[in-house]
């Protein structure tokens, strides 16, 4: 009987040690929640479709509660994408810092192939669709509306769902060196048009350079089709 109750008084002195041991650790769980808060917090400022997920920490790790807010810091000054990793700090009574990693996913609507296609294929509205995708493993730009890439052609062969981006797109000339062109200039409720003649190749939304045939000035502009460019003053 002795030997049992011995036990017992054992076992509820080991019970309450831990309980006391768990009120002064510091919950991994409140460390995850306060990386994933300062994420939010960055990312909402500029984006409204997002994912975050912070990865679990060491069970084994034991910090003492800290008995201040905790400090949270990012090690790149710029919008947390992707992998990154976080720093958290207890600035209190008993300091300690700590890194944890975490993933953050961006989403936006972007220009994808609607089928396959093939290598030097111009395209146009039924070869082109807007689709959520993840922002963050874009490496090469990408187009957030379909008219961005019609009348481009492709540089290679891809699959239908593959990401239009800058590297697999170049534009189609449409006015060539020496071409005769309509200098279009519009500012200020004013709708200017004159003669003049294209200094370089140009495709449908690129900036070129044309000489104004009457003032022999050289200005700016950008291809608006075959035969015009558009001066905004």
Same mark, same amino acid.
């Given at each position: 009987?002795? &030997?049992?109750?011995?036990?017992? &008084?054992?076992?509820?002195?080991? +019970?309450?040690? $831990?309980?006391?041991?768990?009120?002064?650790?510091?919950?991994?769980?409140?460390? *995850?929640?306060?990386?994933?808060?300062?994420?939010?917090?960055?990312?909402?400022? =500029?984006?409204?479709?997002?994912?975050?997920?912070? #990865?679990?920490?060491?069970?084994?790790?034991?910090?003492?509660?800290?008995?201040?807010?905790?400090?949270?810091?990012?090690?790149?000054?710029?919008?947390?994408?992707?992998?990154?990793?976080?720093?958290?700090?207890?600035?209190?009574?008993?300091?300690?810092?700590?890194? !944890?990693?975490?993933?953050?996913?961006?989403?936006?609507? !972007?220009?994808?192939?609607?089928?396959?296609? +093939?290598? @030097?294929?111009?395209?146009?509205? +039924?070869?082109?669709?807007?689709?959520?995708? #993840?922002?963050?493993?874009?490496?090469?730009?990408?187009?957030?509306?379909?008219?961005?890439?019609?009348?481009?052609? $492709?540089?290679?062969?891809?699959?239908?769902?593959?990401?239009?981006?800058?590297?697999?797109?170049?534009?189609?000339?449409?006015?060539?060196?020496?071409?005769?062109?309509?200098?279009?200039?519009? %500012?200020?409720?004013?709708? !200017?048009?004159? %003669? @003049?003649?294209?200094?370089?190749?140009?495709?449908?939304? =690129?900036?070129?350079? !044309? *000489? #104004?045939?009457?003032?022999?000035?050289? &200005?700016?502009? &950008?291809? *608006? @089709?075959?035969? =015009?460019?558009?001066?905004?003053?």
């Amino acid at each position: 009987m002795t &030997v049992r109750w011995i036990l017992m &008084v054992c076992l509820l002195s080991l +019970a309450v040690s $831990l309980k006391a041991e768990d009120r002064n650790k510091q919950s991994l769980e409140s460390i *995850r929640q306060a990386v994933a808060s300062h994420l939010e917090s960055i990312i909402r400022q =500029e984006h409204r479709d997002f994912d975050i997920k912070v #990865n679990s920490l060491d069970p084994r790790l034991r910090l003492t509660r800290c008995d201040q807010p905790l400090a949270i810091s990012l090690l790149r000054d710029k919008t947390p994408v992707g992998a990154v990793s976080v720093g958290v700090a207890c600035r209190g009574s008993h300091p300690w810092t700590i890194y !944890v990693r975490a993933n953050v996913r961006l989403f936006q609507k !972007v220009a994808v192939l609607a089928r396959s296609l +093939a290598k @030097g294929t111009v395209l146009d509205e +039924a070869m082109v669709i807007l689709k959520r995708t #993840n922002i963050a493993d874009l490496r090469g730009g990408y187009f957030s509306t379909t008219e961005s890439a019609l009348g481009k052609r $492709l540089t290679r062969s891809l699959p239908a769902g593959a990401v239009l981006t800058s590297r697999e797109l170049t534009s189609l000339k449409i006015v060539h060196k020496g071409d005769a062109v309509m200098i279009r200039a519009r %500012g200020g409720g004013l709708d !200017v048009r004159m %003669g @003049g003649h294209a200094l370089m190749d140009g495709g449908l939304g =690129e900036r070129i350079r !044309v *000489r #104004n045939d009457r003032s022999q000035r050289v &200005v700016e502009g &950008v291809v *608006r @089709g075959p035969n =015009e460019v558009r001066v905004v003053f």
